[in-house]
């Protein structure tokens, strides 16, 4: 099946601060989503971007379809974004239909 | 407009015994998958439920069934439990075409 890879694994950052994060992915996709998931557990959606750019505030994503990567965004940081984030994707064909594929995660640490 | 709903939100069992987690969709969608997280890790899929019917499938053991009911919600059972079926267990709901994916809050089960 298709292989997500997120990097880095961790990030700590000062607020106000800005930082990218990246999903690699291994086969061609019709669905990418970023997810910012609380504390809670709830995931809550970002992006859905199979190609393309979408900015949303202070978050924007970006992606490469043809390279099989996708950037996230985070500008002027706040604690509040702490958290960990996934990218998650569904492979382009039938059998993969609507089935999303997760990275390990970015555990993203705000410090006021 | 209600999000994505899901009933319980905690739940303690043994060993060998039986659960059922249930879940609303958004209003609109006719579209219910589940995904098992484990900690530290990325959610992932059980199985997709469509028109009453599982579409896909992920690399769950037949232990795990579910069901979609006419007015789309969506029930998991998980039988003969085991200790490493500990776990949040996310819902979400789509359109049927397979774009965004939304998710409930979570059922966090643990297994004695």
């Known amino acids: 099946g298709i292989q997500v890879e997120q990097s880095p694994p961790d990030l700590i950052l000062q607020e106000g601060a800005n930082s990218t994060l990246r999903c690699n992915f291994s086969?061609?996709?019709?669905?990418l989503q970023w997810f910012h998931q609380n504390p809670w557990g709830q995931l809550i959606n970002l992006f859905y971007?199979?190609?393309g750019t979408k900015q949303n505030g202070r978050l924007s994503a970006t992606t490469v379809a043809t390279e099989r990567y996708s950037l996230l965004y985070i500008s002027s940081s706040q604690t509040t974004d702490s958290g960990v984030y996934f990218c998650?994707?569904?492979?382009?064909?039938?059998?993969?239909?609507?089935?999303?594929?997760f990275g390990q995660g970015t555990i993203l640490t705000v410090h006021p | 407009d209600a999000g994505v709903t899901q009933s319980p939100t905690h739940l303690i069992k043994t060993r060998g015994q039986q659960v059922t987690l249930r879940c609303s969709p958004k209003s609109g969608h006719d579209t219910v998958s589940w995904y098992q997280q484990a900690l530290g890790q990325g959610p992932q899929f059980i199985f997709q439920?469509?028109?009453?019917?599982?579409?896909q499938r992920g690399n769950f053991p037949d232990r795990f069934s579910g069901h979609q009911f006419p007015n789309y919600s969506s029930e998991l059972n998980v039988n003969a439990l085991l200790l490493g079926d500990s776990a949040l267990y996310l819902c979400?709901?789509?359109?049927?075409?397979?774009?965004?994916?939304?998710f409930g809050p979570g059922t966090r089960l643990l297994v004695l």
């Open positions: 979400a709901s789509s359109l049927a075409t397979g774009e965004t994916q939304y």
């Open positions: 998650a994707v569904a492979g382009a064909g039938g059998t993969s239909y609507g089935k999303l594929t």
């Open positions: 971007i199979p190609s």
């Open positions: 086969d061609s996709v019709n669905n």
């Open positions: 439920y469509y028109e009453e019917e599982e579409r």
